[in-house]
């Protein structure tokens, strides 16, 4: 299996004046995330508004950011769904177009029963010879991966790991004691990388990357050589712009944080709308005191 990398940043999809998809700069923003500190990307995921993009365009941002990425860093295609027939087509389409792996929401809405989660990740992982990380985000889709399931689910071959978004350290720790030393646990949350790292984890499928992809590799390799101080330095550091970055939903703040700095892709698509003048302002001062932008009353 190809090594995904330990930080991987949950790329926002770039759309253009008018709402559509723009690919010229989703392959710029994927460059530039790989220049600064990112190992892979994860294309139209949860931050990536997967939600209200089309079929076609998930697959033209696959192609565009595998194209960019190319001997760079991994291409992980987010194709998880609440239909597990149209989440496996859109799997291997993903695997045609060069994709290193596949990250699968929990289906969402429909709140299947364990023996359905077990049974939709199992059918999809049979769909593909693609490595797959799991997602557990029951905030977003009202269903949780129990620790008994992730156990069976972590012997199916291609199954490696699991992106976890429970915001839960006790539930992260139940998944890393039932899951093989080689399963890769990433956490999902940017302010528990740390905590995570130290039960075991393996790395963050983060947003904060996005503007401060350096700090988050430098704090990830801190751990890994067991400079912990260190570590907590640059976590504390990053304290504040972890939380601002979802002080409205994301991805909306990290859009923002990127225009700020310089790289615009663009709005959201409704039901998300823009920050607030407040939230901006209040994004605006985080980013300062981190020295990512000007002064705020310049931004």
């Known amino acids: 299996m190809k090594t995904f990398g330990r930080v991987l940043t949950a790329m926002a999809t770039p759309f ?4 559509c998809v723009d690919i010229p700069q ?3 923003l994927a460059m530039h995330l790989l220049d600064h500190g990112s190992d892979g990307i994860v294309v139209v995921g949860t931050t990536g508004e997967s939600p ?7 697959l033209a941002m696959f192609g565009a950011v595998v194209e960019a990425a190319r001997g760079k860093g991994t291409v992980i295609a987010g194709t998880g769904s ?4 149209a989440t496996a087509v859109l799997t291997r389409e993903a695997e045609q177009l060069g994709c290193d792996g596949i990250l699968l929401i929990s289906p969402y809405y429909n709140k299947p029963s364990q023996e359905g989660l077990y049974r939709h990740f199992r059918t999809v992982a049979e769909s593909t010879r693609l490595p797959i990380i799991l997602y557990n985000h029951p905030p977003r889709t009202g269903v949780a991966i129990a ?3 992730l156990r069976r689910l972590a012997q199916v071959s291609n199954i490696v790991g699991l992106k976890d978004s429970s915001a839960s350290l006790d539930v992260a720790s139940d998944f890393r004691k039932v899951t093989p030393e080689s399963f890769l646990l990433y956490s999902g949350n940017d302010s528990l990388t740390l905590p995570m790292l130290a039960i075991g984890g ?3 499928i983060s947003v904060a990357a996005h503007v401060v992809g350096n700090e988050m590799q430098a704090m990830v390799n801190a751990t890994l050589r067991g ?9 504390f550091r990053l304290w ?3 939380n601002g970055l979802f002080l409205a939903p994301s991805p909306a703040p990290v859009k923002e944080a990127l225009s700020m700095m310089g790289l615009p892709v663009g709005g959201l698509r409704l039901p998300l709308v823009e920050l607030s003048a407040d939230e901006r302002r209040r994004l605006a001062g985080m980013m300062h005191d981190l020295g990512l932008v000007k002064a705020p009353a310049e931004v």
Not at 16 to 19: F, K, V, W
Not at 52 to 58: F, G, M, Q, R, V
Not at 82 to 85: G, K, L
Not at 229 to 234: C, L, T, V
């Open 16 to 19: 253009d004046a008018e709402g």
């Open 26 to 28: 989703a392959k710029r």
């Open 52 to 58: 209200t993009l089309t079929h076609d365009e998930k």
């Open 82 to 85: 609440n239909d597990t027939a």
């Open 147 to 149: 620790p008994e399931t």
């Open 202 to 204: 393996y790395g963050v």
């Open 227 to 235: 400079d912990w101080e260190e570590a907590r330095r640059i976590h």
């Open 240 to 242: 504040d712009l972890f």
